[in-house]
């Protein structure tokens, strides 16, 4: 403690140490609301709530301990989450008014706006009423209501819910303990509520309700099905038109409608949910970014290994999978009165496989990498097109290494996931950098407080001295070690958490994991766990609506087609089909005995990047007319001289 | 009928027709024998048994019907099974001779031999009885003993075991029918036995014990565990050394050894037997396979899919795989109520890709290619290093095509089958093509009369058109179609049955397959399965004993060591390595600190294909010194030379 802390306590005052490292003193109990207005006026005027040593708070707590201070705003994405979270509660008030006697569940922020789920009764609530909703919750933002916090004994709580008649609320109440129950009410609306919320309704300007859809009460098919509304809020139209047109945008882009239209995958009812079959098309994709990451992790140092899918439950008790995860994972399959798990992860198999020879120093680093395909359970109503599946084909990779060369490991990881930002011009990232919490080592962080610290000044280095965007989180780090979420945006703005990259420094030890080092002595390795390319369900889900299905020549299915524009040249349509696959080049031809522009207009449809028009002036001078995707016009062009283009435009 | 034939069945006579289609007449009554004494005196010296309408006989047993007859002897693999079991019968007479009151289970041919299982009772019987054993067996050969065939009630063949005290016998005669049981007698000795059997003891020169291995009765391991004896017989010494030459370099080439040693593969208690895990050097020979399969595929119009490793039961019932391969399979994993299988084959997955997308006439044919992995219940008795394990990534594709189109794709097939063996260098080959019987349309075959026998033709006019070396056999075809099995031969002449290549019919109506043919009608497409390169487990073990290890250089996991001769050139042997592997040369180096000699001896050990030898000269003229695995010496190369030389080596 700093003097100037010590003299705080005595004076009855805290210390407040703001983001910038900056420390102020204020009389105890003033509230972050206090402290903005202490900074400006126009400040406190966009304060919605507080970051107090990490927690999320109302900007109407007392602060009463001396603690580090954010003030959020609607820049801030905890602001963002508080502002919407509060904007539910305007949606069930502006619901009470408008349908007397309707029943709530429960009303949650998510990545984009929030959701109420909502008992009706026998009233009816559907698309035409969105209106009268979005009116109604204007009318009473403007009243601009105070969000106000109030304890409540468990017995209370319980007796304000029955004469109200709320059943989902009573059934939630079930499960919270005395004395730590907390309503929130602004105007007439007071809603069982851990908060926080932002100060009051007048912040809410916009207002757009979504769409809705059923969803079972506590997601169970055997409870009653509620209507969840999906609604979403802003602080400025220009803001909220934004978001619609981004949101118009992206369901042009919905990876289900473009994986259907361009023949991607598909699935089947004897296959299974969740269970995507490739057609050619993605078999094609799957195939060039396999080939993209062989290529990158051979020049990285990479061996790859292969392993099969299944292992005994001795496996997963060892790694600590079992019982833990189990929930996640397929049952057991019995054989020879063993248990067999179908794998959710690729790690144990390549510890298997670094242990299955005697290692030195020498050896190391050892990274083992496989596209390893593995097996997870996702409750049904989970599901989700390519983005939640129950076979994940990953770009997994397990880097063995000493703690010397632990940072120059971590760095070129990190400079494959830039390598691969840019191959796939994605501009916009963070690295979320998740650290352990000193304070539970030995509970929720493996008890080697050197390594972490180590691992963490090293992480840090790295991430500093590459200049990556990344922000720091304080107790989120995985059990074994720190890990780094990697958040990518779409070309339309849109988040995706595509892949994590973990140190881990115990399952070495469960393994049994060694090397022989200089010393002559058994050594652990540090183990980096490391997915740049995501799995291929998810990447490529993010890749159609990355590129709005128009994929650069490399990853197309289909580079070229030709189209004769009359029968009469289908032969010589054939040879330049023919000339080209020798290249190597994904061509196709259209032999349908249809008009030119009609063929042309559907290979702008299938957005194949090439489209090469064949007739008599190209059959004869052995060349073709090259028209891309969208248009562009490149004129005449010889069978090599294109043929080098697009090689040159595919390499890898 | 011919009017021979008609006038042989008058006469009391019966009409042998001859593998060449010569037909003969014979007094109904004559044996196999009395036809070929007919023949030649030389011949009948030979034949040790013979085949009846595709039935294996003994030479003595009376022919009383018209029927084709095959004259079986030492050069027919029907001859070679008939000798070793009898063979059998020899090594158990001399076993009751030598250790009276011996208990004997069963003793079968094999591919090599045959065994018989015993119970020593409180005897023991260990390598060095061996001698004994055989001295005994040469001594009753000697005899010139005639096997005798006898058909006997069951009551009579229990009590003859009863009195004989062989509980194993008994036990096997409970699952006989009275009426059906015959005995054979050679000698002193009498076993319960269907026969055939040579004419007698004296054919049997050569006799070799080779080994003895524990094995559970009726292979059950709730049931005594008898001693199964292995060994072999020749009519001649010099083909009893050959294959004691064979053998003995086939233990030298033994997979297991040679997988372990060049650390191509492993098993781990955790993941389970039959479950390899493929270490880096098995990963790059399995990428090396699939660039190969991949770029001929390719070249063939093969386009890739990619498919889960599980289904739901109704996909299994659809194809016809469940209930009736059930016991082949993994049990089921049941999730939301639904059983979930392992895959035990790629097929319904793709008849699903196939139907997924509408089919015209114009796009067959479609052949989609995966190297899909597989599961596959074997018992674990019956696991055996990498050749029957239960995991198989295969080398899968099926083509679905058009009546008009089957030949061409046939002859394809084919022609891709002739390209490997070229490639891989298997200068011996034999197919199996099995065929159907019309007689059991309907029942064992799927009843489509003209297409069987269309399909059979055009198969048989491809074959020998191509000019394969094929065998045809009788009612063998699958159920749905008539197939091809691929047997190979190692460098060692060892036979490895690699590949099945079927014609099928009938999957594509249980999946509801067609296409739009050309007079706007549903058409259910031929399918063709194929997997030329087998699976990854069984064709690179049969690549390490064909090339004993020492892999040619497109396939060898490592292609390239670097031996520095002092740590004073360690640098340029890293830039070297670093040289190589930017054109994708598989190289590494060896910085032991280490005198050149041992290097060398240890690279020889991994069977490398190239050492790179480098020191001062070496340095200062930016080259290496390169030798062979083996000792040849190619002297002084430039680096780019060098490098050139190995990828035009490796070069698919």
Known sequence: MTYLTNFATLMNSVIITLPDGAQREYPSGSTPMDVALSISEGLARNVLAAKVNDTTVDASTPLIENCKLALLTWNDADGKQTYWHSSAHLLA?????LYPGVKLGIGPPIQYGFYYDVDFGDAKFTDADFEKLESKMRELA?????FVRKEISKADAVSYFESKGDPYKLDLLKDLEDGSITFYEQGNFTDLCRGPHIPHTGHIKSIKVLSTAGAYWRGDEKNKQLTRIYAITFPKKSELDAHLEMLEEAKKRDHRKLGKELEIYTFDDDVG???PLWLPNGGAMIEALESYAKKVEREGGYERVKSPHIARESMYLKSGHLPYYKDSMYPPMEIDGVNYYLKAMNCPHHH????ATPKSYRDLP???AEYGTCYRYEQSGELFGLMRVRSLQMNDAHIYCTEAQFEEEFQNVNALYLKHFEKFGIEKYVMRFSKHDPARLGEKYIDMPELWIKTEAMVRKVLDKMGVNYVEVEDEAAFYGPKID???YSAIGREFTLATNQVDFAQAERFDLYFINEKNEKERPIIIHRAPLSTHERFIGFLLEHYAGRLPVWLAPKQV???????????YGDEVVKFLKKHDIRASIDHRSEKAGKKIRDAEVSKTPYMLIVGEKEAEAKSVSVRMHGGTDLGLMELQQFADR????AKL
Chains 1, 2 share one sequence.
Request: no cysteine.
């Open 273 to 275: 949910p969740g269970l």
């Open 646 to 649: 697009i090689i040159d435009e």
């Open 366 to 368: 050892i990274r083992l």
């Open 142 to 146: 403007k009243t601009n209501s105070s």
């Open 93 to 97: 008030e502006a619901l009470e008014a």
């Open 561 to 571: 087609i030709v189209l004769p524009i009359s029968d009469k040249y289908a032969a």
């Open 486 to 488: 990697i958040q990518v």
């Open 352 to 355: 298997k496989i670094f242990a």
